[in-house]
């Protein structure tokens, strides 16, 4: 009887350390996701202030003729293939919009457009 009684005890005392760490373990994933988020946000923004200045610097305020910039994605980049266009872009039909690597940097640019002056 005492045993019984004692392995019931013992049963649920593991089963709420177990819920216990589950639950800890979740708390500590969501707030590294936070900080991850946080640090990503930061390196982005970052990155786009860091594009925006390389253009300043070459004097450019727009693409090469024919483009206009849309977003600075803050993404590094070497080359116009290291860009991705996000999907959000690709949905819209105002314009053909293409990832473009400027000056280091990816961008969003819709090709062929009159630029405003």
């Given at each position: ?28 994933f ?47 980049c ?40």
């Amino acid at each position: 009887m005492i045993s019984q009684k004692l392995l019931k005890i013992i049963a649920i005392t593991c089963a709420s350390l177990f819920v216990l760490l589950v639950t800890i373990d979740v708390i500590l994933f969501y707030r590294q996701q936070a900080e991850w988020r946080r640090g990503n946000a930061e390196f982005e923004e970052l990155s786009k202030a860091a594009a925006a200045l390389t253009l300043m610097s070459t004097g450019e305020k727009n693409p090469p003729v024919g483009y206009k910039v849309e977003e600075f994605l803050g993404a590094s980049c070497q080359e116009d293939k290291d860009c991705r266009l996000p999907f959000d872009y690709a949905l819209q039909s105002r314009c053909a919009f293409i990832a473009k690597c400027i000056s280091g940097g990816c961008a969003v640019v819709c090709p062929n457009t009159p630029l405003a002056e």
